[in-house]
């Protein structure tokens, strides 16, 4: 279920926190009160709930509680117990296309044999829960690596560019949600082909955090 970001102004006291707290840059400041500016850019962590002092945060399709810590402090020093609320729809057992493991990119050798003559997918790993047919329609008959550039430490650039340096590749998809955290994957991949001297066919596709593919 999608959690949409809400902000009642009558409790708002206009601090500002949640706005720092803010890394997407969806919440701002307007007329001294916090508002929800890129809706579309929540990635629904709720790093924002912690830090309001009066509640006024909250967001739909989600149970949230926030718990002052046993010291009692306010603020950041608050912690978050969030409970999703149970889905209803029944979804079909889907057969796996992943063909190989490990499958981060953190995580897997730089030449390892399924490499070779590869169809390679470089994706942000949220995009697999974002788009419902991705085993079908971008992990068949490729080998898939996975991350996450705003949680993972570092930048792929030097690893990928030792993947492609060090390995004979067909093609590379890029696959990226449409959030501005993402851009870091796609730059990272670029920057890798351009530092391995070689010419490799690349596609990028972006989906939206409603499940479609932007063109």
Avoid at 96 to 111: D, E, Y
Avoid at 114 to 135: E, V
Avoid at 138 to 160: A, F, H, Q, V, W
Avoid at 171 to 200: D, F
Wanted: proline residues 5%; glycine residues 6%; negative net charge.
């Amino acid at each position: 279920m999608s959690k949409k970001i809400k902000i009642d102004q009558d409790k708002c006291v206009g601090c500002g926190l949640c706005v720092t707290a803010c890394h997407e840059s969806v919440i701002g400041m307007v007329e001294g009160k916090a508002t929800v500016l890129n809706e579309n850019y929540c990635d629904g962590l709720g790093n924002c709930l912690p830090v309001c002092p009066t509640k006024a945060i909250s967001f739909e399709g989600v149970e949230v509680e926030v718990q002052p810590l046993a010291c009692g402090c306010p603020g950041t020093h608050s912690k978050m117990i969030e409970r999703d609320v149970p889905q209803q729809d029944t979804v079909a057992t889907q057969a796996t296309h992943l063909n190989q493991w490990p499958v981060q990119i953190k995580l897997v050798p730089v030449n390892a044999p399924y490499f070779q003559n590869a169809k390679l997918l470089i994706s942000a790993d949220c995009c697999a829960y974002a788009y419902g047919n991705f085993h079908n329609d971008y992990m068949k008959n490729r080998i898939t690596l996975i991350g996450c550039p705003k949680l993972d430490d570092g930048d792929y650039t030097e690893k990928l560019t030792e993947i492609i340096k060090t390995n004979e590749l067909k093609s590379i998809v890029i696959a990226r949600m449409s959030v501005p955290c993402c851009a870091g994957l796609e730059n990272a991949v670029k920057n890798a082909l351009l530092k391995s001297g070689k010419m490799i066919p690349f596609q990028i596709v972006t989906i939206s955090t409603e499940g479609e593919i932007n063109t």
